[in-house]
């Protein structure tokens, strides 16, 4: 079963339609490009997607990289993929033009990535660490680091990681080990062990650059006293000739559910004295940087968990237009045709969540990459710092709702094709096995739920929560106006009201009882999540109404796209907004139930 | 990491507190045995699963059978099992004593066989098709088929399964094409092809025993026309000994996403000419003997997903108890000692929903198991008739609740192992994907909704769910009188009259338009299982509450346990049952977004 990858006319409406993205052409950083060059981008993502992507996602499931104790072995096809997309500059297609790059803007970036990553999100997995390892340098990086590791990165000749994680502290990285010490020559030794360090070792690339985080001896305890270090698997040499292996050893490879062509690994820095480290930016400092990073894969794991979710939309609707069994409730007649599942009421159900879900999904990762370009390049520095804070309180939720419901999304794609979505034969069992990663890495649900309640909608005197605020009226507003959307308009802007009355009860009990207040976190998150969702799709609903209360514009298939995006936001409304009620009860009440467990009760 | 299977505390106060399981004893088939009969027994099971079970869940995972084009090549520990499973006599212990059988009850055997599933549930589907298939012909072949067949599937020489699906039809049995021609000899020649059939070949006993729908030339259309044959994979002699092959061929195997271990294939029957099948019972009446079989196999679907979240649980308890990391939220001091992650509110609360769904699940099953029981053995027709009316109208939430609840909790157990949870070197992602098949396999979702709402809850002028209401009544009654689990009894007594006006608003729908009357059915079957599982846990509620009353008389582990099913209790009614008010708003307002939702428009 070939699955057609993302929705072209949907992308299209997301970029154009839904966000501004050709308004970008007015700002002097992109005045030379034009839409042309865009679609151009996206199109020759998609062909490579698919010619040199989607050809291994099934193989690189079922033939995951190994480890012979010397090398790590992979089929041929992934270091085929990572050399097309190298070649064809998206390695380097958002560097300044003097950067060598082609100076494109993130949100076209990461819509032609999300081709890329709905054609084989363990294959595209590399690249997209290999650019976030490599902005890390670009941004704190001395420019000797620059002028030595980025090039080669953009070539496709280095690859990149994010060493963080060790065994003995997941993600309180306050707790990390890993040892620093400084060198006369200025360089530092580092010694320690990472684990489920993704790509951390593969057979792709002549190099590896480990941006690793470790603690310089006598730094502060916690995480004041982290820093961040450029750690090369092979040294390299001042004219940039590869140079002696360095002390850092892959110790084993450990084996996925899902995901499993990106190798993750259990790495060791120093076992034989100490693996070179070059320090990034100054001493103490290495948790701010790396969240730059962390905050990029957040985008990226909230996008990735997107387009998974949209493959098995697709291969389920695509299934279950084509498949015939069964008869309406209202027909008896035993010989009569059975008709395609598609119309069993529930199969419909089932398909337009999804939509739901993932349409959403991607218009929100997106929208957060359009926030990002404007942080950097609006017009205003109002304009960049609005974006800036609006993005910062919204990438737990980013990173988490689709997580969470993309993820949703492949188990209804299962359950559409019944006993073939079990199969390995069909391709939804694998998404869904993919796509139980993305809640967990780059930071867990719990982690999120604390971040969003705790630090994002306090943060500035609920400066963002404020602007979040205003977004939302504005569309609810819009949407109030107008009759085919006015009841959606009215139930979002009454639970945003319920929302800021909640955040009143909540946020005191922060410093009164910060346990107490933020045990239920994680349920706060899901609600900031649906009221999050629900303006997503009222912001499409609005754009969609609106073209069909043109006269005798629309084609029969634009009609039906933008029906089938009112009827989604409808669904989304109608069925899963109104969840927050029971759960908003809960959390205004505190509810101390399983805050009260007892470890003695289990 | 080695899992506890199960708890046999849990166990001992479901099968003695909660159900009166000791009181079978007073009953004339159990008057020879005694408790400690019934404990020995599962203690056996218990000892079994633990040696031959558990010692290949894994391996039968990674080793998944293969076909050479001639045999199943199998794990050698699978045949092991099987063996010591049969040797202790679990596939006859229900049968009566002049049967060859230990006279068991079934809620014991349930029980055994709950441990038998949690140590590794692809090896246990074998013996338990079998045990399905056994129970068919004992109920409905003739006194020939019985001798012939039944003492060698005793033995375990013999194992059986269950050929109903089709790859042309799926759920939809009216349309299968297998046809049966009568033949002089009384027999019948079967060809056609079936899917998905477990256990359908394999390297374990020297026969299969095929239970088979088809239909004979010239039947009705549709469910009407469906007949049940016996299908042997080798002809039996009339001495017993092996005759010919027959004609039933494995076309192939299926690769599944979890329960390897169990053969799922496609069969292909009369490729030369036709395969010899003995009509079971009357001609057309296969689909009304098949649903015994199918009925006995929801419960043991329930069953065996709740123990498969029962070991996630397990497994996740345990790893929490252990795992240092981070701080609590109030302490600021990062020199402090890391905390076992159980002390998280939010590692507690994915606990909680965890043990709530877990022992939930395995709480409903046993008492659809007692039922099951009572519909035969209890004293008076009366209560024979009742208990029969109850399992028929909750066997679809029985089947789909802990199918999609303790689904759940295997992805909270991932969740509360992190990183680690997504790796096959920790067992709980194997929980996850074997877990999976059950909303699928025996109806999905989907057909246990259109049941219950569209026959079980109308049948008979609501006949049974009328002892439902007056079941949950008596609970919620009782509840009520008591301090600590009174407002638990209110809140499900109001659940319930929201219940029963539901279905006075739904049920004149289903004659008025049956297509928009079934069209929630699915939403239904999750509000009429939150009610149930409610139920099932004010009624564990009302136990411990009144145990934990009484002065000074319990040891601290008891004490601790009993609070522990107080505290399980407390958050599903609070947590949990409360979601059914949007639920039951989108129901009695006969939503119809999804419903409406055009093709053309995805």
Not at 500 to 512: G, I, T
């Amino acid at each position: 079963m070939t699955v057609q990858l993302l929705n072209a006319r949907d992308m299209d409406f997301l970029l154009y339609e839904f966000l501004d993205t050709e308004g970008l052409l007015q700002r002097p950083r992109y005045c030379e490009h034009s839409r042309e060059v865009f679609d151009a981008t996206l199109e020759t993502a998609k062909t490579i997607a698919e010619k040199y992507f989607a050809n291994h996602n099934h193989k690189g499931d079922e033939q995951e990289p190994t480890f012979d104790g010397e090398r790590v072995q992979m089929i041929p096809e992934t270091k085929e993929a990572w050399d097309h997309f190298a070649d064809a500059g998206f390695l380097a297609a958002h560097y300044d033009f003097e950067d060598g790059g082609m100076q494109l803007p993130e949100i076209i970036l990461r819509a032609a990535m999300a081709y890329f990553s709905a054609a084989n999100t363990a294959t595209a997995g590399y690249p997209c660490l290999s650019l976030g390892a490599a902005n890390l340098i670009q941004s704190f990086g001395s420019d000797e680091q620059k002028a030595k590791f980025i090039p080669p990165m953009q070539e496709g000749r280095f690859a990149g990681t994010m060493a963080m994680t060790e065994p003995g502290q997941g993600s309180a990285l306050a707790d990390i080990t890993t040892k620093a010490v400084p060198q006369a020559d200025g360089s530092y030794l580092i010694t320690g062990q990472k684990m489920f360090i993704s790509g951390g070792d593969q057979s792709i690339t002549e190099n590896i650059i480990h941006m690793t985080l470790a603690k310089i001896e006598g730094a502060p305890a916690g995480v004041k006293g982290i820093s961040l270090f450029i750690v090369p698997k092979f040294l390299v040499n001042d004219d940039g000739s590869q140079g002696e292996r360095n002390d850092v050893a892959l110790a084993g490879l450990l084996h996925k559910m899902g995901f499993r062509n990106t190798t993750s690994t259990v790495l060791s820095f120093g076992e034989k004295g100490g693996a070179v480290g070059y320090l990034v930016g100054e001493p103490h400092k290495g948790l701010a940087y790396m969240f730059q990073m962390m905050n990029e894969a957040r985008i990226f794991v909230g996008s990735t968990a997107a387009v998974l979710g949209y493959q098995g939309f697709n291969a389920s609707l695509e299934y279950a237009r084509e498949r015939p069994q069964g008869r309406l409730p209202s027909n008896k007649d035993p010989e009569s045709k059975q008709i395609p599942i598609v119309q069993h009421a529930d199969v419909r159900r089932m398909l337009l969540a999804q939509k739901a879900y993932v349409e959403g999904s991607l218009a929100l990762c997106l929208y957060a990459s359009s926030l990002f370009e404007d942080s950097h390049t609006a017009d205003t520095p109002e304009a960049r710092q609005q974006a800036f804070m609006l993005l910062d309180l919204l990438t737990p939720i980013v990173k988490s709702w689709p997580s969470k419901y993309a993820l949703k999304a492949n188990d209804l794609a299962i359950q559409v094709l019944g006993g073939s979505g079990y199969i390995r034969e069909y391709p939804v069992e694998q998404y869904y096995r993919d796509n139980r990663l993305n809640p967990i890495h780059e930071g867990t649900e719990a982690i999120h739920g604390l971040d969003i309640l705790g630090r994002k909608v306090p943060m500035g005197n609920m400066a963002a929560y404020e602007l979040f605020v205003k977004a939302v009226e504005a569309t609810a507003a819009e949407a109030a106006a107008r009759e085919t959307t006015s009841e959606m308009g009215q139930s979002l802007l009454a639970a945003l009201g319920k929302l800021s009355r909640l955040n009143a009860v909540l946020l005191p009990m922060l410093a009164k009882d910060p346990d107490l207040g933020l045990a239920n976190a994680t349920l706060y998150l899901d609600v900031f999540g649906r009221i999050t969702a629900s303006w997503i799709w009222l912001q499409q609903a609005n754009i969609a109404a609106a073209k069909l209360a043109e006269e005798g514009a629309l084609s029969v298939d634009d009609a039906n796209f933008y029906q089938g995006k009112l009827q989604a936001a409808r669904y989304y409304l109608e069925w899963e907004l109104p969840e927050i009620d029971p759960q908003i009860a809960l959390l205004e009440s505190h509810n101390s139930v399983p805050f009260d467990m007892q470890d003695a009760w289990f």
